[in-house]
């Protein structure tokens, strides 16, 4: 079953619901919901995901159906954006699925894993391999229905005030990362904490913790963190290409007329090409940016980045061990990527390889 | 000014025409339109792109805005499809920029140029480095409205009937090639040639042709030609990440509500989106299936690629000396493209070499 039959059962739902009521309803009625971000205002793409979310939605029915969009913390905290979904609170939030591990770690699945899927193969698993379908299945448990709706790319590894070049280096290490990476940290001897956003560059300055990740290049460039921790890592290995979701309460969605369930899905699906390549296009003027600024390029070892692989394992066997919806989950997600990075190798990867020589050799 | 501030002066436009219809005209009108595909059904991908694009068109508007697609041929022949809608035969056209090269090269810009951008990079470019209004003003010129509306991601190379290792080797090789390519080839020494996909088979295995190029696994498989040419060549240098467009017919654009010009832009992104992840799905199956059949996965030698990429420089110097537009157009994409394979070699690509890593080592 793909994406679409998922939406088809949903929408013969929403039309037998529809029937009692009165013909102006069933097609374009006025609506106005409320959609609360995960992320600051300053963050203009991956909050911007939303508001393109909620401006196409506009745009698609002649502006009767709005949705206002609510910076992390206006209306709801950032990292309780799904939570207010599932219990009714807001009708739709726009949010990165991994936040909410803690309620059920299949949540982090959506978004992608450490190791897990790049944002191609992110969308081709969501989209065309069953991996919509499944995440739906368990959204549904949390009265959430889920849409792809941006997608980050491959973040970077994080600013460190010093190096690290092998696992000993870790330990002890009090670093600012985010949701269930942070289990995989903890496996590395890595003390994960969580810190806002803003807070981020004083703890860094005063050592109150050793590294810190953000996003990538663009969103990393505005909190200046260059300065006081110049080491920046990569690859993100804990994001290769995180997918932002669009949440919608499931009763809600049932009730909108399936004209309108079109349109959110329509439109999520444009934010998602959208928001990728806001990121592609603005991430390399600010890469330069931070070189500029004194970063350091530095690569996770080979040693570390296989520490990580075989740990992000481990967790997995134990959460599947215990969850079955994650083991469901993540064995489909898993099959494609052995599939995907087979593939991958062949013949964008070569080509993308032969490029970064004339990079290099500044031939382009 | 970015893909939106064009389309708010086109919508502009439109809402001025629009003042003098009657009320219903402005909102939502029964409208049917044509689009002629420059693919035959049999590629559910990329001729799949046009059907999405349809469907998702009709499902915005309760079912008001119908457009039906038709088969490469069966109105408008495969390489007449945007003449056609520059002249107002059929209101749409989907298919690939480049196909257009003979009536001025800059049309090969819009899908992607030989050692051009990958499939994410044209995103990019296209929807927020300025592509896309580069890419209209010269589309204006044409009659034509164009939206991207689907992605091929990088394709291969072609099957041969015997190796080639030098330049040498390409020495008055006979091969199908399409578009702006074998002008490129020409300079390599290739015979370039168009064959319809169905008589490429006949041709390679009665020895016409020497080789023959068409997409990556997925499509290729269905042509079988790895019985009668066995060496499946990569990368694809010549389509990195080709952009398949939808054109649409100036003056029934303009003609168009601006509701309609919204579902119209917003679907074919989220048809943009689909189309790719649906390549990137069902390609590692498809490879797998080749590799079964004999095939043999041979990369070009870096002395081939070097002559093929200085052989493209020529002919973009020497297609800028003459055609203004192309120079400017092609000035933008590749001062985006130097960009973004400096970002590109740092965290996604070191991520995506340990993931193969792992792949051959069999431990996804």
Redesign the interface.
């Known amino acids: 079953m793909d994406r679409r039959n998922f939406l088809t059962a949903a929408g013969v739902a929403a039309a037998g619901a529809a029937l009692t009521a009165p013909a102006i309803a069933q097609?374009?009625p006025e609506i106005k919901w409320r959609m609360t971000s995960s992320f600051p205002v300053a963050l203009d793409t991956i909050y911007g995901g939303g508001t393109t979310l909620a401006k196409?939605v506009s745009?698609?029915?002649?502006g009767k159906f709005q949705i206002q969009v609510f910076a992390a913390g206006e209306i709801v905290p950032a990292l309780e954006a799904a939570s207010a979904v599932s219990d009714g609170s807001v009708e739709m939030a726009h949010t990165v699925s991994y936040y909410f591990w803690g309620k059920d770690p299949t949540y982090s699945i959506g978004s992608g894993l450490p190791?897990g899927l790049?944002?191609?193969?992110q969308?081709?698993?969501?989209?065309?391999?069953g991996g919509n379908d499944l995440m739906n299945e368990f959204y549904a448990t949390q009265n959430l229905v889920g849409f792809p709706s941006g997608n980050t790319?491959?973040?970077?590894?994080g600013f460190f005030r010093r190096e690290i070049k092998t696992v000993a280096d870790m330990k002890d290490l009090k670093m600012r990362v985010g949701g269930f990476a942070g289990t995989v940290m903890t496996k590395l001897g890595v003390v994960p904490t969580q810190i806002a956003g803003g807070e981020i560059y004083q703890a860094l300055e005063k050592g109150v913790i050793d590294a810190a990740e953000w996003v990538?290049?663009y969103d990393d460039e505005k909190l200046g963190l260059v300065k006081v921790a110049p080491y920046y890592y990569?690859?993100?290995?804990w994001e290769?290409?995180s997918t932002v979701h669009a949440f919608v309460n499931a009763a809600k969605w049932a009730e909108l007329p399936p004209?309108y369930q079109?349109?959110l899905t329509?439109?999520a699906?444009?934010t998602?090409?959208?928001m990728?390549?806001?990121?592609?296009?603005?991430?390399?003027?600010a890469?330069?940016k931070l070189a500029a600024a004194g970063a350091k390029?530095t690569?996770y070892s080979?040693e570390i980045?296989e520490a990580a692989?075989a740990a992000s394992n481990e967790v997995y066997a134990e959460t599947s061990a215990v969850n079955p919806a994650f083991k469901k989950t993540y064995e489909s997600m898993?099959a494609?990527?052995?599939?995907?990075?087979?593939?991958?190798?062949?013949?964008?990867?070569?080509?993308?390889t032969?490029?970064?020589g004339?990079?290099r050799a500044k031939?382009?």
């Not at 745009?59 to 002649?62: I, P, Q």
């Not at 790319?153 to 590894?157: E, K, R």
């Not at 990728?276 to 003027?285: E, G, Q, R, V, W």
């Not at 494609?336 to 993308?352: I, K, P, V």
Request: proline share 6%.
């Open positions: 097609t374009a196409y745009e698609l029915t002649d190791f790049n944002a191609r193969q969308n081709a698993w969501l989209y065309h391999g790319g491959c973040q970077m590894g990538g290049p990569y690859p993100g290995w290769p290409g004209t079109n349109v329509v439109a699906q444009a998602n090409c959208d990728l390549a806001k990121y592609d296009a603005f991430n390399p003027t890469l330069k390029f690569p080979q980045l692989f898993a494609y990527r052995a599939d995907a990075y087979l593939w991958a190798q062949f013949s964008e990867y070569t080509l993308d032969f490029m970064m004339q990079q031939a382009l």
